[in-house]
């Protein structure tokens, strides 16, 4: 088994502490993708867990042992790493081998686990050259072949496709994830992209300066955000986001006066609403002046703003419209489709 427990996982740096109690419980065999904006703690946590930092308090546990005083050669994990790092000088061959020609694995099972996982990854015709012959693409397969070979319990990769280009992380992320599900080794994955977290993870987790803003499946953080935050960065385009305040019969007021279905509390709240939930509606209880248009080909967005206050709104609609700038245009959202959180906290509303 391998599963993996944080549990209240603190990493301080002096007085400054950037990890505040991470807790989660991955599954054995699961991919759980960690995802947040720069600096928001994902990189050190995951190091973490590889043993490469410290863990200042609380603890990682791989397979149900405790691992905060483990080095990470024993641990049984393989990690990835954004800049690839392989040897230049060596052969694909002998950069896949290295790891295990250190450790005493005998020539055979190195040529066994070397091919094998070259035929994975399809990287077989390469075996002889070096990185510098090799495209990006193919110099992360080849890390992750490295990675493959040692036959861990546990894959780490931290943000492994930030130097591809736009095309080939497409490709590249769902060949990592026909691997994972090949191999069915437990799997912990860096980004910032939420779009490769979407459509990587069997569950994600959302960190925002050092604290897990939500952890739960794709669609639970796409449908029920808890924060305004995971609700902002879950999602493209991004949530739309107005101020409001819920009256007493039920209802929300917005900045303009315009009122629309609300929630059971009274004050101050945030409504928001997703691009793509709003379509055009004659009596629409969002009225929006157009600033811009982008024609995507099998979508449109339109930018503006919400008549009669500066909240700028975008609205998604599929296929192509010939929408002019400074047109005035109503739009209208299912209830259900609404989302309502605490003006002050951030937090949803029931």
């Not at 994902?42 to 405790?66: C, D, H, N, P, Y």
């Not at 691997?179 to 960190?207: C, N, P, W, Y």
Request: proline share 4%; charged share 25%; glycine share 10%.
């Amino acid at each position: 088994m391998a599963n993996i427990k944080l549990d209240n996982l603190l990493k301080s740096y002096g007085d400054t502490e950037v990890l505040h109690g991470v807790n989660g419980d991955i599954n054995d065999g699961e991919f759980v993708v960690i995802v947040g904006p720069s600096g928001c703690g994902k990189s050190t946590l995951l190091r973490m867990i590889a043993g490469l930092e410290t863990v200042t308090s609380g603890e990682v546990s791989i397979g149900g042992k405790m691992v905060n005083n483990l080095e990470p050669a024993d641990r049984d994990i393989a990690m990835v790493f954004q800049n690839y790092a392989l040897y230049p000088h060596m052969s694909v061959y002998d950069n896949m081998a290295y790891g295990l020609k250190i450790r005493g694995i005998a020539k055979s099972e190195i040529k066994r686990r070397v091919n094998e996982a070259a035929e994975i990854l399809e990287i077989g015709d390469y075996l002889k050259r070096k990185p510098r012959a090799l495209s990006g693409g193919q110099r992360q397969r080849v890390a992750m072949g490295r990675a493959i070979v040692r036959e861990p319990s546990v894959f780490l990769f931290d943000e492994p496709l930030s130097n591809l280009d736009a095309k080939l992380r497409v490709q590249m992320r769902l060949e990592i994830r026909k691997l994972q599900k090949r191999l069915g080794v437990t799997s912990i994955f860096v980004t910032h992209d939420q779009v490769e977290a979407m459509t990587l993870g069997d569950r994600l987790m959302v960190l925002n300066g050092g604290y897990v803003e939500q952890f739960g499946t794709p669609i639970e953080l796409y449908e029920n955000p808890q924060t305004v935050f995971v609700a902002g960065f879950i999602g493209s385009p991004a949530m739309n986001f107005i101020p409001a305040t819920a009256r007493d019969d039920g209802t929300v007021e917005l900045q303009n006066g315009d009122v629309v279905p609300g929630v059971a509390t009274t004050g101050t709240v945030t409504l928001g609403v997703r691009p793509e939930h709003l379509v055009p509606h004659d009596k629409g209880m969002f009225q929006i002046k157009v600033l811009m248009r982008e024609q995507l080909g099998a979508n449109t967005l339109i930018h503006g703003v919400l008549k009669g206050t500066d909240t700028e709104m975008v609205v998604s609609l599929a296929g192509t419209h010939d929408i002019s700038e400074g047109a005035e245009m109503r739009f209208s959202a299912a209830k259900k489709l609404l989302h309502f959180f605490d003006a002050t906290t951030g937090k949803r509303l029931s």
